[in-house]
């Protein structure tokens, strides 16, 4: 049969295309719309039950802390607002100033110790053997571990008469019995070995994932020039380091000024305040002294703390990126 005129004007538009192009139509505006959007909305229905319940305990309640560091909090009377007060409350008090004390050289020793032990261990356990899963991974035990059985060990352990297992320890090394948690003088640095001693297996799986990528190379090219083991430690292993040591002393720090959970049920502030941090006396101020105001303008100050130290190792690691670039 002849093509009509129409068939042959057609003809030519449609040469060079597939037939499922030919006899494509374009849908509808909606439709194409509804195909574009779902695939973007898609994570976010994933994300919304989670997103819904950390704000339901994370934003609200901080903002509610907010609102209540103005005020005065009187459950059934009415919050009266006193601006200021009780921020100047906490920056004047002796006990929460002692508090921030605590707390700064919790921090450091424990970040300090924390980072050096991991490095030590990662060290010492980096290889392909085929042992070293089962002693990595016993090694890795006092993170996983519950907070409150590791402090219950570790109370067992601090046992202060001369037969406890430390002082037995400390026996055989010629040295006294030392009273650990209930001595003024060493409460707080036996708190302190108890968070290096679960925080140090956690840094040392970092510093594994991070020797991992060290071009070996490097350490055959030091050897060859004559370079001992120090001087490829110093001038291979710790450049190479360098983002690792950033993550894990932000994190080691920031983790170190909201510290409680092993004060609370190792020494619970004491003996005499001796080991009260800021997190221990916000406790304290909010649920056992009902000062939920105070309690909260000390929350709000920690907060800042944390922000402050966060942004400032930011900074600090921008300023080293671009100037090594």
Do not use: C
Request: aromatic share 8%.
């Amino acid at each position: 049969m002849a093509a009509t005129g129409v068939d042959r004007g057609r003809r030519p538009a449609l040469d060079g295309l597939s037939p499922r192009q030919a006899g494509a139509r374009p849908g509808p505006p909606s439709r194409r719309w509804h195909h574009r959007v779902t695939p973007s909305l898609t994570p976010w229905l994933f994300l919304a039950p989670a997103l819904v319940l950390f704000a339901l305990f994370k934003f609200v309640p901080a903002g509610r802390a907010v609102v209540m560091s103005f005020h005065e909090v009187r459950p059934y009377l009415g919050d009266r607002w006193v601006g200021t007060a009780n921020y100047r409350q906490v920056l004047t008090d002796d006990a929460f100033l002692a508090a921030v004390w605590h707390t700064v050289l919790l921090a450091v020793g424990q970040t300090g110790g924390s980072v050096l032990l991991g490095l030590a261990l990662a060290l010492l356990l980096e290889g392909q053997a085929r042992h070293l899963w089962f002693v990595r991974t016993a090694v890795f035990l006092p993170t996983v571990a519950a907070m409150a059985v590791v402090a219950e060990v570790w109370r067992i352990l601090y046992y202060p008469a001369a037969d406890g297992a430390v002082n037995t320890l400390l026996g055989w090394l010629g040295a006294g019995p030392s009273q650990f948690l209930n001595s003024e003088d060493s409460a707080l640095g036996s708190v302190m070995a108890v968070g290096i001693w679960r925080g140090a297996p956690y840094d040392m799986m970092i510093f594994l994932a991070a020797l991992a990528g060290v071009d070996r190379t490097l350490y055959e090219a030091s050897a060859v020039d004559g370079a001992g083991v120090r001087r490829r430690l110093w001038h291979v292993t710790l450049p190479a380091l360098r983002p690792a040591f950033a993550i894990l002393i932000t994190l080691a720090a920031i983790r170190g000024l909201r510290v409680f959970t092993e004060i609370f049920l190792l020494t619970n502030g004491g003996p005499n305040g001796s080991t009260d941090v800021v997190m221990t006396l916000i406790y304290r101020l909010g649920l056992e002294r009902n000062e939920l105001g105070v309690a909260a303008a000390g929350s709000m100050v920690l907060l800042g703390a944390t922000v402050v130290l966060t942004l400032a190792v930011r900074a600090r690691r921008g300023t080293g990126g671009r100037g090594h670039r």
